[in-house]
C-alpha cells in the first residue's frame, strides 16, 4: 500500500536532549513537509522540501532541523533549543510538477512529550 | 501571506441535522482551498479542495463547500450529519502557484463537530 508512515507513534524525551522524528513515503511524491500541531492551534509549518538536498523554512523553524537526502525520507530533529517541543508532529507529502498544486497527504503523526 | 480564520472552535448537531463550519480566509492573491478532517490521534484527509472552476465542491463522505471570493469564505456544509463525523475539521488555503509551487499550507485553528444522538 502507497502511503506515509512516521515513527515512532509515542516519543518521551528528558529536557536537553535532540530527537529525530522519521518519515517516509513511498507515493513518489516530490515535496514533503513538516507541521505541528498544538490544541486549539491548528497545524502550523516547520520545514518544508520539494525537491532532494533542498529545504525551507516554514512559520517556526527555530529548534528544529531537517535533511533530505533521499526523496523518499525526511526526517525531523527537534533539538534542545526548541522551548516548549511536546507537541503532535505531522509530516506530509505531495506532487510537484511544476503546474497546479495537488493535495497533500498526511502521515498518522508522532506525539512527542518532553519529561 | 495567508491568513484563515474558523469562526467556530466547536459545533453540536444532533445526529441527521444539517450543519455548516464556516472559514474565512485572508490573502493579497489568488488561493486554492482546501478542507481537512482528523479523527483523534491521526493524521489529516483531504475531504475536498476548490482550485478553480465550479464555486460548489462536493467532497467526500457527503461533504460540500462553496467558494464565494467576494466573501473571502469556503464554509464546509453536510445535510445530514452521522455518529462516525464527530471530528476536527480544517480549512486550508495555498497560493496559486506560478509556474508551480509546494509551499506549505496555511491552517486555521480547526473546528470540533460534536454529533449528538
Known amino acids: 500500500d502507497g502511503g506515509i508512515t512516521q515513527s515512532p507513534k509515542y516519543l518521551f524525551r528528558k529536557e536537553g536532549q535532540n530527537v529525530t522524528l522519521s518519515c517516509e513515503q513511498n507515493l513518489n511524491h516530490d515535496a514533503m513537509y513538516w507541521y505541528r500541531q498544538d490544541p486549539g492551534q491548528g497545524l502550523r509549518l516547520i520545514y518544508y522540501?520539494?525537491?532532494?538536498?533542498?529545504?525551507q523554512k516554514g512559520d517556526i523553524a527555530e529548534g528544529y532541523s531537517v535533511s533530505r537526502e533521499k526523496k523518499e525520507s525526511f526526517p525531523l530533529t527537534v533539538t534542545s533549543a526548541q522551548k516548549n517541543p511536546t507537541a503532535f508532529y505531522l509530516c506530509a507529502s505531495s506532487m510537484y510538477e511544476g503546474g497546479p498544486f495537488n493535495e497533500q497527504f498526511f502521515g498518522p503523526g508522532t506525539r512527542l512529550t518532553v519529561l | 501571506a495567508q491568513s484563515v480564520t474558523q469562526l467556530d472552535s466547536q459545533v453540536p448537531v444532533f445526529e441527521e441535522a444539517p450543519v455548516e463550519l464556516r472559514c474565512n480566509y485572508s490573502?493579497?492573491?489568488?488561493?486554492?482551498l482546501f478542507w481537512y478532517v482528523q479523527y483523534p490521534n491521526q493524521g489529516l484527509q483531504l475531504l475536498l479542495k476548490y482550485l478553480s472552476g465550479s464555486t460548489l465542491v462536493k467532497g467526500i463522505n457527503g461533504f460540500e463547500a462553496e467558494f464565494n471570493k467576494s466573501q473571502t469564505s469556503f464554509h464546509l456544509r453536510k445535510p445530514s450529519v452521522h455518529i462516525s463525523d464527530t471530528a476536527e475539521y480544517f480549512c486550508a488555503v495555498s497560493p496559486t502557484p506560478l509556474g508551480g509551487g509546494a509551499d506549505g499550507l496555511t491552517f486555521g485553528k480547526g473546528t470540533h463537530l460534536i454529533i449528538q444522538p
Open positions: 490573502s493579497s492573491v489568488s488561493v486554492y
Open positions: 522540501s520539494q525537491i532532494v538536498n533542498d529545504f
